[in-house]
């Protein structure tokens, strides 16, 4: 796991400064510190930081082929470099060193772009082609590693993460407005678009050939829905083994492999997966939370690590913990995401730190699998909705009681606003529908020169985008599809790689292995949301590494009490950041708006979510821009939207 970066400059002619490609690279010293390596060439500059995990002593970046034509810098891992390596060893190519960096880069001379299609793992990768003076970068299928570029025509200059590309001076770190409301509208940031101006993603799936000052990007890989009438019997065996195969590549390490332990399916899953199939002992991470009244995981994340013979850790935060490090968490994140449990991820991180380098997470296995309830809540809201005409009023008086029973009656309440509403119009993500208080009450909460910068329609682009490119009639992969591109890359795994990196730790997600994915997306809905059991499928097949009183709890998802804490600890914190006179001189937001907002969740707790999505948006703001002037005139310029031209896809 390491962190890359690097800059092209489309004159044959331009020389590239190797200080500034160390520089770029000391940016992001955290992701790296065991090493850095850097290859500069006329008009190319590649940089690179190392976390050790595979060939400890010879996998040493920049890395080249046999005749130094080639060189690569790459991050990630690839779990399948020993059978690639052999399959290209008896084509000729000669290796000098263990690492599956190496492989790559003599898997790109056999295949040129076509590599990528034979990887498995995550990746973000740049491949200098001196022969053909030209650039390749990749990202893998899921976007698990983050793979950012800032692209002006004459140059491109890119990065894990954008702190190595603003320590470029010719990037200027600029607000894009129009970008605020899709951060407010998703609660992330969706799409290849960021919140700075002209820095954009490399998107999941997705490569970037640079060549003779032209850029193509074509995507290589999608996840396509079409079930099968595959045997429940069989698709339970066939799961097992892929989980399997799995959680064995994903073992594969030159250093101690640890676990994080939430108390829930996914994560004890994978502890008990890996029970027994290292030489080296297995470690295991949980965090509870300094306050009465909130789910405590420990106690049930204790019982898979006795079960397992891990060595368990836990610590202990509360709210100056948490507030403490949000400037940090901003500046680590760098989009502005609403996921207060990455500050939890962060301490755990920081813990582990001291026993490992490695961490193995359950991440993904609700988007794979359909575990969150909001699936089986809006599956039942569509077959409802089917019913349709005048015996749907029906439906629902006579059943209020039972459903009620089902989903809550603050849940059905929330529902009920969607009978009306075509599917496409109301699922933007898990996290967010026309109801929520941005997309709802927007005309309240912007000023009115603020609304001209705003547009709902591009805030809704990438959605859009999917929906239209999604062929499954069925609404249930509808949703996973859409969240499988949105949520998951642009709000978990950014968490997931910023919270972890941020330590020097490399994590790992076997859940979202791309076979494993394929699989799933090929499962009759009816194995994945069965009655009213979510995940139905991987609960059978995980039976025996799941104790019963873990894998038949209600899920809690991660209870990190902040809204508790932004009430009551954190209330005159929240008040001061969100009305300061440096945050209202932007212009962005209606004062008395905002003042409403923390009245009533004062009362109510019911915009906790709204108001740490301001006050993360405000203090990354704070974070980036400082050297910038903060006024109103120029906070409130509306940039081009990026020309894509010269961009094939």
């Not at 599956?100 to 498995?120: M, S």
């Not at 204790?302 to 013979?309: F, I, K, N, T």
């Not at 209020?400 to 509403?421: M, Q």
Request: contains cysteine; glycine residues 8%; neutral net charge.
């Amino acid at each position: 796991m390491c962190g890359i970066c690097g800059k092209l400059k489309f004159d044959k002619e331009a020389e590239i400064p190797a200080a500034l490609v160390k520089a770029m690279a000391d940016a992001i010293a955290h992701r790296g510190p065991d090493d850095e390596g850097f290859y500069v060439s006329g008009q190319v500059g590649l940089g690179f930081r190392r976390l050790s995990i595979i060939d400890l002593s010879g996998g040493h970046q920049p890395l080249s082929n046999e005749d130094g034509t080639i060189w690569i810098v790459f991050n990630g891992e690839i779990y399948n470099f020993r059978e690639l390596r052999t399959w290209l060893t008896a084509k000729g190519h000669i290796f000098k060193t263990q690492s599956d960096t190496e492989v790559i880069v003599h898997l790109y001379e056999e295949l040129g772009e076509a590599c990528v299609d034979k990887l498995r793992g995550m990746f973000a990768f740049a491949i200098w082609d001196a022969r053909q003076k030209a650039l390749f970068l990749a990202r893998d299928r899921v976007g698990i590693k983050p793979l950012y570029y800032w692209l002006d025509g004459k140059s491109l200059v890119f990065g894990s993460e954008i702190k190595a590309i603003l320590a470029d001076p010719e990037v200027r770190a600029e607000v894009a407005p129009e970008m605020v409301d899709r951060f407010l509208t998703f609660y992330y940031m969706p799409g290849e678009e960021t919140l700075f101006c002209g820095i954009r993603k490399l998107q999941p799936g997705h490569w970037m050939l640079i060549k003779d000052g032209k850029v193509h990007i074509q995507q290589y890989w999608n996840l396509h829905f079409k079930p099968s009438s595959v045997r429940l019997q069989q698709a339970e065996e066939e799961l097992l083994s892929l989980l399997e195969e799995s959680m064995q590549l994903h073992m594969i390490s030159d250093v101690p492999v640890g676990f994080l332990l939430s108390g829930g399916v996914d994560s004890t899953a994978m502890l008990g997966l890996a029970s027994g199939k290292t030489d080296f002992d297995i470690s295991s991470y949980t965090i509870g939370f300094s306050d009465d009244g909130i789910t405590d995981e420990r106690p049930i994340a204790r019982v898979a690590a006795s079960l397992y013979g891990s060595t368990h850790h836990e610590m202990t935060i509360g709210a100056k913990e948490f507030a403490d490090f949000l400037p940090r968490y901003v500046w680590h994140m760098e989009e502005p995401v609403c996921e207060p449990p990455a500050v939890a991820l962060y301490y755990i991180s920081k813990l582990a730190k001291n026993f490992v380098k490695v961490l193995i997470s359950g991440e993904g296995g609700d988007e794979v699998f359909a575990g969150y309830p909001n699936y089986r809540s809006m599956l039942w809201l569509e077959r409802l909705k089917s019913i349709g005409g005048p015996l749907l009023n029906g439906v629902l008086s006579a059943g209020l009681g039972f459903f009620n029973g089902i989903l809550g009656s603050d849940k059905l309440a929330r529902y009920l606003p969607l009978f009306n509403v075509p599917f496409g119009s109301y699922y933007y993500s898990r996290t967010s529908s026309p109801f929520t208080f941005f997309n709802s009450r927007a005309t309240e909460l912007y000023t009115s020169d603020f609304a001209q910068c705003s547009d709902k329609r591009r805030s809704l682009t990438p959605l859009k985008k999917l929906l239209a490119q999604n062929a499954a009639n069925d609404p249930l992969n509808k949703m996973l599809y859409v969240d499988t591109k949105t949520w998951l890359p642009d709000d978990l795994l950014i968490k997931a790689d910023k919270m972890t990196m941020a330590n020097s730790i490399e994590l790992r997600v076997p859940l979202l292995d791309h076979k494993l994915m394929e699989f799933a997306a090929s499962l009759p809905g009816k194995y994945k949301v069965h009655g009213f059991t979510t995940k139905y499928l991987a609960k059978r097949a995980l039976r025996k590494q799941v104790p019963r009183e873990i894998l038949d709890r209600k899920k809690t998802g991660f209870p990190v009490p902040y809204d508790q804490w932004m009430r009551r600890d954190l209330k005159d914190w929240l008040h001061e950041i969100l009305l300061d006179r440096e945050t209202t001189d932007r212009g962005y937001f209606q004062i008395a708006t905002v003042r409403e907002l923390l009245s009533e969740n004062q009362e109510s707790g019911r915009y906790a979510k709204e108001l740490f999505s301001l006050a993360v948006l405000e203090l990354w703001h704070r974070e980036f821009l400082k050297k910038q002037p903060s006024t109103e005139a120029s906070s409130l310029v509306v940039n081009e939207p990026f020309q894509a031209s010269n961009l094939s896809s």
